[in-house]
């Protein structure tokens, strides 16, 4: 029989290709014709059969979160397929494995527990264009990469600078868009620029993999950014481009240079503004109120923050709010307290439009340290608190009682990651507002009891809705993703909130359905691409269409 590949991969070279290894699963004729005789045990499996096994080695595990990761992580470095058959059939019970919390766990200790890579490595101190340009063709040309996530690791979930162990949060939100909207792994590509780090825990860590250097700021940071996007351009002129966890300083400034140049998305900035916009809509369905009528305070005015307060008031404006009314109704906590005029020469240039006259709070500042939550609440008496600041435990408790003073049903949002910097567990919130409060948060908690009844917590976390808009942008092709495409994005999972049919309900959809889920998001951002006439190419019509399009975890 004459001798055959896959793709030129044939005998062991074969089994260790992750993309085409089917382990066990190749069948007796495959074995003879690609050289596997011998190298496999005989029985040959199902990947049914094979996810059974894999399933009972993960559970044997136990409780150990890391070590669990560390295997799935393994997993997919030998088969892909198999991996994602595996998390896609458990896919509630690990996601906090792959991804919030146990992912910032892994991204923090990279460098001791690394086996093999897995993305694009880009290095500031290799920046000639020919050679990014090589390396970014490793991975295919044209068409073969559609979709492209890129960090610096400047703010990578809560914890920070994590210098080249940011790789994984690429990887991460890349396997969410297989597990969530069916994009075709081999379709994405993930990256991370390295850009030196200042986390001085990993650059004295002597097994620390990146560049032992401070991080580039300035001109030759922009200079060398531009460069990358321009060779992604010429290599994957299609391929979306998704930011993911740059740092404060970076993450709106690269966002608002290119999102009119290029198709690209930030999904700490826009996902997060429309997940949480999802959620709030869903709790006036409850209240029985209108979005014209809230009054925010988002304590944490980052990157997320930011998000979450342009993306209200592009929703209140088209509630039929003037830009002054909308603004009037966000007020934003930074580090230094409840932002006003007087912060102006300090404050962010994404916080700027939302300083607030310091006459209307001389009283409050009693001590010149600022104003704080507590006060702040009594003062302005808000709806809704977001709270995005990475720091744990600043929702207190007299906070907390005093947004329960002023509204029946607070929405209280404290949706930091991972799980150790959340502002307020949701049992204490529930505690402190006598079971009134509408919770939701960024990583996964136990559901809260109240008259004896379990209520799910919802995880209001832009992995609920960046994976839907990102397939639904390759699917237009468009051409830039238009605030319209994002808030249909929005209304499209808000429809879906188990809370409209019961109130006791979780105010998102959890993960379970997340598929379908999806398919409702891309309907809608693909009818809202075309009606704008983003779209460069037809669209698919149909919740069937879009369906038939998903990659799903199948040997050839
Ligand atoms: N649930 C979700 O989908 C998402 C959650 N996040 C989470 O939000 C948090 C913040 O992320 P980013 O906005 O990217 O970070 P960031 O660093 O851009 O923003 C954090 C903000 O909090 C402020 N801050 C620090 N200490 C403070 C204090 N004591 N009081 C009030 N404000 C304080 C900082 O000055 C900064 O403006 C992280 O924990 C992250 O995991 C971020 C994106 C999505
Ligand atoms: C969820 C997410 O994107 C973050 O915490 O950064
Ligand atoms: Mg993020």
Partial sequence: ???????????????????????????????????????????????????????????????????????????????????????????????????????????????????????????????????????????????????????????????????????????????????????????????????????????????????????????????????????????????????????????????????????????????????????????????????????????????????IADQMMNAMMIDGLSQQEAYDRIFLIDRYGLLLEKHRDVATEGQKRYLKPDSEFADLDVTGEGIGLEAAISRIKPNILIGCSGQPGKFTEGAIREMAKHTDRPVIFPISNPTSLVEARPAQINEWTEGRALIATGSPFPAIERDGKLCPVAQCNNALLYPALGVACILSRCQVLTDEMIKAAADALAHTSPALKDPSQSLLPDITNIRDISRHIILAVLRKAEEQGANTVAVPKSYEEVAALEWNPRYE
Avoid at 13 to 20: A, D, G, I, Q, V
Avoid at 51 to 73: C, H, M, Q, T, W
Avoid at 89 to 98: A, G, K, N, W
Avoid at 122 to 142: A, W, Y
């Fill in 1 to 307: 029989m004459a001798s055959k590949s896959i793709n030129g991969f044939r005998g062991t070279e074969l089994l260790n290709s992750p993309r085409y290894n089917k382990g066990t699963a190749f069948t007796e004729k495959e074995r003879e014709e690609y050289g596997l005789e011998g190298l496999l045990p005989p029985v040959v499996e199902s990947l049914q059969q094979q996810v059974d096994r894999v399933y009972g080695e993960y559970s044997a595990i136990g409780d150990n979160p890391l070590a669990k990761n560390i295997f799935l992580a393994s997993l997919r470095t030998e088969n892909i397929v198999l991996y994602f058959g595996l998390v896609s059939q458990h896919l509630f019970e690990m996601l906090p494995i792959v991804y919030t919390p146990t992912q910032g766990d892994a991204i923090a200790n990279y460098s001791n527990i690394f086996r093999r890579p897995e993305g694009c490595f880009l290095d500031i101190e290799h920046k000639d264009p020919e050679l990014i340009r090589k390396i970014l063709s490793q991975f295919g040309q044209g068409d073969d990469i559609e979709y492209i996530i890129i960090t610096d690791s400047e703010g990578i979930l809560g914890i920070g600078d994590q210098g080249v162990g940011g790789v994984l949060i690429s990887v991460a939100k890349g396997n969410l868009m297989t597990l969530c909207a069916g994009l075709n792994p081999h379709k994405l590509l993930p990256i991370v620029l390295d850009v030196g780090t200042n986390n001085k825990k990993h650059r004295s860590n002597p097994l620390y993999m990146g560049l032992r250097r401070d991080r580039v700021r300035g001109q030759e940071y922009d200079d060398y950014v531009d460069t990358v996007l321009s060779c992604i351009k010429e290599v994957f002129p299609h391929a979306f481009v998704h930011f993911e966890d740059f740092g404060l300083v970076n993450a709106k400034r690269i966002l608002d240079k290119y999102r009119k140049r290029i198709a690209c998305f930030n999904d700490d900035i826009q996902g997060t503004g429309a997940v949480a916009l999802a959620a709030v809509v869903s709790t006036l369905h409850i209240r029985k109120e209108d979005l014209h009528d809230q009054r925010f305070i988002i304590f944490g005015a980052g990157t997320a923050g930011i998000g």
